[in-house]
């Protein structure tokens, strides 16, 4: 799974297919590397994946943050160095930790969902406020702006989708009004964390551990991250699962079947005004 092999997709990639082409779908749920606009203006409907790379994604955000709050990631090399647990002192229990989740999508929903079996208090951000009945199921508390998440979060988790809105969303103003010591976790898109003050809030303490399953210059990982004991790192395998990859074929599959059918796929991420 995944689009980078292929990538770039630029309108001159897909512009030999017109006018016959009509449809795109992908398998991925994040759709920052199309040119969506491009596809809307030609009335190409895009479709992403909007079920199928979800709980698995969530599951890979509580394995990260139970790892950065137990510094797991030190205590695994430890025990393969053959040192036991000597040069460890007590870590965080998760209980009683607020987790503030920016964006509560599919994605967002289902770690909060989760992380309740932990006893985090979970507040979130997003573009628009849950209906009520949204937060009592999913037990969760909305912060009426970003600022208010970072200043009252233990661990910060960040569940957006890429746009020029969002990229570096979180850089050297952002960390300095979280709490010393924070806790970041990013299965999302590397982008939206600007790496360089990511890297400076480590070293000062800002934040105290990170964990990441994306990068912005994926595949290749910074130095830093790759070699400091207080990053547990993952090579974007979020959403990459057996279940997963076939849901997300048959979420593809609905899409074209559906737009055969009656001229409009499903779920399309982009509207267009006649064929």
Known sequence: ???????????AFFTPLLPQLKLVVSASAGYDEMPVTFFTSQA???????????????????????????DLSRSE?????GKWNRAHIPNRDPSGLTLGIIGMGGIGKHV???????????TYYNRHR?????????????????????????????????????RHMLTTKEFALMKDGVLIINTAR????????LIAAMESGKVSRAGMDVFDDEPNIRPYFRESERC?????????????????????LEN?????????PVAPVNEIESQ
């Open 190 to 197: 590397g982008a939206i964390i600007d790496e360089d003050a």
């Open 1 to 11: 799974m995944g689009t980078r092999p292929y990538e770039p997709f630029t309108p």
């Open 77 to 81: 090399k430890s025990a393969r160095e």
């Open 232 to 252: 547990v790192l993952q090579p974007h395998l979020g959403g990459l699962t057996t279940r997963a990859r076939r849901d997300a074929e048959r979420e593809c």
């Open 112 to 122: 909060a969902r989760k992380a309740g079996a932990f006893n985090l208090k979970v």
């Open 44 to 70: 190409v409907y895009f479709c992403n994946t909007r079920h199928a790379v979800a709980e698995p994604t969530a599951d890979m955000t509580l394995y990260l943050l139970l790892a950065v709050i137990r």
């Open 130 to 166: 849950l209906p009520a009945a949204d937060e009592e199921k999913h037990n969760v508390t909305y912060c009426e702006t970003l600022d208010d998440l970072l200043n009252t979060s233990d661990v910060i988790s960040i569940h957006c989708p890429l746009n020029s809105s969002t």
């Open 256 to 264: 074209i079947v559906a737009w055969w059918k009656t001229g409009r």
